[in-house]
């Protein structure tokens, strides 16, 4: 498999639910990065890791943390969301200082 | 952190050349210029990136003047498929400026038939 996969697709929630997003990357990229895209608004920068560590967090909200256990993966821990928190959140890798590969997104739902 | 100025909006039809230029007066000696393609519920694509005069691929062309201050995205024969957000990124790397990871509200472009 090749590319930026991320997990799952779509998801749905409740405020009081713990989930997790979930990034692969199989380019061997030295970065990744998580963004959020709401209805009609631009790609929001939430994280960038480097080598494994976060080299930028743009003020999210600490119900939103990042893991980067290793080059490869990714996660979006979410818990305690807010209804404007739905969203289209995408993960993307880049050789850095390279152009960004994105996945194909997960569309979460908080009810 | 250079920031950009695009159209919002632009409409064309097929197999015409398109062409969407976009304003970044502050742009620095070590920015590059990328540009990406985002179709809804996708993610963005990268296109093309330059840093002057012009580049070309098999996709697009990207013209940058000899001030840098704007640069053109070029879509040659445009067909209903091109039908797209076009994101103009100005940075080097996400040490310094980040600006080659910040997106704006990029420039929906439609292809009518």
């Known amino acids: 498999e090749t590319g930026v996969t991320q997990t799952p697709r779509h998801l749905v929630m409740g405020m009081t639910n713990k989930k997790s997003l979930k990034c692969e990357q199989h380019?061997?990229?030295?970065?990744m990065y998580w963004y959020k895209q709401s209805a009609k608004k631009p790609l929001e920068l939430m994280f960038v890791y480097s080598l494994e560590e976060r080299v930028e967090n743009n003020s999210v909200p600490s119900r939103f943390s990042p893991e980067c256990p290793n080059s490869s993966h990714l996660f979006l821990h979410l818990h305690t969301l807010q209804p404007e928190d739905s969203a289209l959140y995408l993960c993307?890798?880049?050789?850095?200082?390279?152009?960004?590969?994105f996945g194909e997104g997960s569309r979460l739902t908080v009810l | 952190l250079a920031k950009t100025t695009q159209p919002i909006s632009m409409d064309s039809y097929e197999g015409q050349e398109v062409n969407i230029t976009c304003s970044h007066n502050?742009?620095?000696?070590?920015?590059?210029i990328t540009w990406y393609q985002q179709f809804p519920s996708q993610g963005p694509r990268f296109i093309i990136q330059?840093?002057?005069t012009k580049v070309t691929n098999e996709v697009a062309s990207l013209f940058i003047p000899a001030d840098r201050k704007s640069s053109t995205l070029s879509l040659p024969r445009v067909s209903l498929s091109d039908t797209a957000v076009y994101y103009c990124?100005?940075?080097?790397?996400?040490?310094?400026?980040?600006?080659?990871?910040?997106f704006g509200k990029g420039t929906k472009l439609s292809v009518k038939p």
């Open positions: 330059g840093y002057k």
């Open positions: 990124l100005v940075g080097f790397n996400y040490g310094g400026s980040q600006g080659n990871l910040i």
């Open positions: 993307a890798s880049s050789q850095d200082p390279g152009e960004l590969f």
């Open positions: 502050n742009i620095a000696t070590n920015d590059y």
């Open positions: 380019l061997g990229h030295n970065a």
